[in-house]
Nanobody
Framework: EVQVAESGGGSVQAGGSLKLSCAAS????????MAWFRQVPGKKREVVAG???????RYTEFVKGRFTVSPHNAINTLYLQMTNLKPEDTAMYYC??????????????????WGQGTQVTVSS
């Protein structure tokens, strides 16, 4: 069974950087469709970035130019490098995986495997 586990969250000031890691086990990273989501208490979980079936890396508009997704297939780990962080980036960040995105990489409902989340707090 596929398992994913996030790490790397923490507290930073606005303008700072953090690098999140998502370690996948039970299958090869390159065979999975994966994404990063985030959630603030009381709000719906939203997609941040992901890797589509054709290995294209995709970003939502509010993180383009600030966040970078990079897979490290040799160690089955997906990274999310976050720079120029803003207070509105404060959230619990989740890694998600599934077998095929089918063009719907940003849809929360398609993901079968989720990590426990890692908290990112950005202070102004």
């Amino acid at each position: 069974e596929v398992q994913v586990a996030e790490s790397g969250g923490g507290s930073v000031q606005a303008g700072g950087s953090l690098k999140l890691s998502c370690a996948a086990s039970g299958w090869t990273l390159s065979n999975l469709c994966m994404a990063w989501f985030r959630q603030v208490p009381g709000k719906k979980r939203e997609v941040v970035a992901g890797i589509d079936d054709d290995s294209t890396i995709r970003y939502t508009e509010f993180v383009k130019g600030r966040f970078t997704v990079s897979p490290h297939n040799a160690i089955n780990t997906l990274y999310l490098q976050m720079t120029n962080l803003k207070p509105e980036d404060t959230a619990m960040y989740y890694c998600a995986a599934t077998w095929a995105c089918g063009g719907s990489w940003s849809a929360e409902s398609i993901y079968m495997y989720w990590g426990q989340g890692t908290q990112v707090t950005v202070s102004s």
